[in-house]
């Protein structure tokens, strides 16, 4: 794949917060001014750096425990500044070659480990080569696969496609320097590199069992189990903090301030991430001043304004996504949500979503508008595929489906040969547990297919999120809500996941379209944006002829803190905080 150096990344440009977060009531007085108390609703899936893939572990692995070459400016997204290594690589600076193929990071010196052990080179390098190889099913390899090694996974149809020769040869060491070789000019490299090359020591590593960088034993630590790993519940990075524990039981991360830190030691010294499912419970500590931060969905906004001493950071820009999936190939062992497995009225076949008129029929069976109203108090608009506003190639005025109950109904009539009408269904839809917007997105689902045909019926169950997750990455799920954060500032992230046959969705759901995956090739091959902008729409117009998902929404942010944090910013890409330069005062 190619991508001219300095390619355009995004069509609008992310402005910069103010990083005071207002005042205070007067007299007030300042809860455990060291601590820091953030409430979820979702839990991490891993604390593994390299097999992470989901918000809430990213915030804590990064940018507060694990750091990468470069950072991003703030709020900026694209403009970088250096973090592990001393330069950010350019034409200009020489770093990076004039075709683009190398990139050169002088990495910096005397910078510690959490576990007192210096970073070198060859750590940085063994990195970037576990990241790539450990690439685990439904997981981030794929981000620096692409552009190093030109391929999007290390197996094709579950074997092993790559030799340790083929990806060791794109990252090497040279003196004080790690180079990287692209496979091919890939003009969002360093934005992946902002966001995706986290660090750790490989002495550590090898020591608790892990790849020891040898070339002769990589494939038994290929596609691993997440709690095969020792880093699944340790960590050991460079950052401002480190971590102290990961209560699973009591659902709670616990950071330490890091003293050691090669930048000035962080002005917070522990940081508290608890999983905290029901909204009334994070807000009654969020009044009392016992939590600092807390998830707020869109329907419960109303429930934290003019509270006393809180602040809300509202219509912060987002490039991410809400839909609503269809597994394809559904994985119906043991499986309850498929009901008999069978489409006779009292469950689905495994099959069921592969008949293109039933995905049209949701599609129009969903209700967009009272979605959005509902489930995001107006603030989102409806996108017409994974080409998100704010991305080179997203087209207004391309076609997206609208709620209509007459053409929902006219195309469950052609399903499976015209026997579903008559015949009937039922199935379980799933969301993961105290996200609200999801949950209501659901019951739409449920209320205006269940009007249609007394014989279709809808069933809607909550799960934990990291079962959620495990659960939709074992081809479990049915139809499920699920949404797609930045990952890099770039069309190529929305389309790859979604479009692309090795791409995280369809991966899950079994999704396949040759012309998809063409076109996805070409547009990140391509250094000309108007090019690019064209492919990108032709894209979305696949998305709309196949419905491998329903488009749902594209919702703004919005925070919701004490008056007390200074320091707070805004960075879409981090989707979580940045512990760094918060304080209390």
């Given amino acids: 794949?190619?991508?001219?150096?300095?390619?355009?990344?995004?069509?609008?440009?992310?402005?910069?917060?103010?990083?005071?977060?207002?005042?205070?009531?007067?007299?007030?007085a300042v809860k455990n001014q060291d601590t820091f108390v953030t409430l979820r609703f979702g839990d991490p899936q891993t604390l593994d750096p390299d097999t992470q893939y989901d918000t809430a572990s990213y915030e804590i692995v990064y940018p507060n425990v694990y750091e990468t070459l470069i950072g991003y400016n703030g709020s900026v997204l694209a403009t970088y500044v250096p973090r592990l290594a001393t330069e950010v690589p350019s034409l200009a600076n020489g770093l990076i070659s004039k075709d683009g193929l190398t990139y050169t990071f002088p990495i910096r010196t005397g910078v510690k480990f959490h576990d007192g052990s210096v970073l070198t080179p060859e750590d940085v390098r063994y990195s970037m080569l576990r990241f790539m190889l450990q690439d685990v099913d439904g997981g981030p390899a794929w981000l620096l696969l692409t552009p190093l090694v030109g391929k999007e996974s290390t197996r094709d149809k579950g074997k092993i496609a790559v030799t340790y020769q083929e990806v060791a040869k794109t990252v090497t060491v040279q003196g004080n320097n790690v180079v990287f070789h692209l496979h091919s000019p890939y003009g969002a490299f360093l934005s992946i590199i902002a966001a995706w090359s986290f660090v750790m020591p490989k002495a550590w590593a090898a020591a608790h069992g892990d790849w020891d960088g040898s070339p002769g034993t990589w494939q038994k630590f290929n596609n691993p189990k997440l709690q095969d790993r020792y880093e699944f519940d340790h960590m050991n990075g460079?950052?401002?903090f480190k971590l102290e524990s990961w209560d699973r039981q009591a659902k709670q991360v616990t950071l330490l301030r890091n003293d050691a830190y090669w930048r000035a030691p962080a002005q917070l010294a522990r940081i508290v991430i608890r999983t905290v499912t029901e909204f009334t419970t994070r807000r009654l500590q969020l009044q009392q001043g016992d939590a600092d931060l807390i998830d707020v969905n869109r329907p419960e906004q109303s429930q934290v304004q003019g509270m006393a001493g809180v602040t809300i950071r509202d219509d912060l820009p987002q490039l991410l996504i809400q839909a609503f999936h269809f597994n394809f190939k559904i994985d119906a062992t043991g499986n309850p949500d498929v009901g008999s497995g069978k489409l006779d009225g009292n469950g689905i076949p495994p099959d069921f979503f592969s008949d293109v008129h039933v995905r049209k029929g949701f599609a129009y069976a969903f209700?967009?508008?009272?979605?959005?109203?509902?489930?995001?108090?107006?603030?989102?608009?409806?996108?017409n595929g994974p080409i998100i506003q704010?991305?080179?190639?997203?087209?207004?005025?391309?076609?997206?489906?609208?709620?209509?109950?007459?053409?929902?109904?006219?195309?469950?009539?052609?399903?499976?040969?015209?026997?579903?009408w008559d015949t009937g269904f039922k199935f379980t839809l799933t969301y993961n547990t105290g996200?609200?917007?999801?949950?209501?997105?659901?019951?739409?689902?449920?209320?205006?297919?269940?009007?249609?045909?007394?014989?279709?019926?809808?069933?809607?169950?909550?799960?934990?999120?990291?079962?959620?997750?495990?659960?939709?990455?074992?081809?479990?799920?049915?139809?499920?809500?699920?949404?797609?954060?930045v990952d890099y500032p770039d069309p190529d992230d929305f389309a790859q996941p979604f479009l692309s046959s090795k791409g995280d969705y369809p991966q899950r759901n079994s999704y396949h379209n040759p012309e998809a995956d063409r076109l996805i090739g070409e547009?990140?091959?391509?250094?000309?944006?108007?090019?690019?902008?064209?492919?990108y729409r032709k894209l979305t117009?696949?998305?709309?002829?196949?419905?491998?998902?329903?488009?749902?929404?594209?919702?703004?942010?919005f925070k919701v803190m004490r008056s007390w944090v200074r320091g707070w910013y805004w960075n879409t890409v981090y989707g979580g905080e940045d512990y760094y330069p918060l304080s209390k005062q």
């Fill in 367 to 383: 209700d967009y508008g009272t979605f959005i109203r509902d489930g995001y108090r107006g603030k989102a608009i409806q996108p």
């Fill in 390 to 420: 704010g991305l080179l190639g997203y087209d207004p005025s391309l076609p997206k489906y609208t709620f209509d109950k007459a053409k929902a109904v006219a195309e469950f009539k052609e399903a499976w040969g015209g026997k579903l």
């Fill in 523 to 535: 547009a990140a091959g391509s250094s000309d944006p108007a090019t690019r902008k064209d492919l």
């Fill in 435 to 485: 996200n609200t917007p999801r949950q209501i997105g659901a019951q739409v689902v449920k209320d205006v297919v269940e009007s249609l045909n007394p014989k279709f019926k809808i069933d809607v169950r909550n799960l934990q999120w990291s079962t959620f997750l495990s659960a939709t990455n074992a081809h479990k799920g049915t139809l499920y809500a699920l949404g797609w954060a």
């Fill in 238 to 240: 460079t950052g401002p």
């Fill in 541 to 557: 117009q696949i998305a709309y002829n196949d419905v491998p998902s329903i488009w749902a929404a594209q919702p703004t942010q």
């Fill in 1 to 28: 794949m190619i991508r001219r150096v300095g390619a355009l990344i995004l069509v609008s440009v992310l402005v910069v917060l103010t990083l005071g977060a207002g005042g205070r009531v007067t007299g007030q």
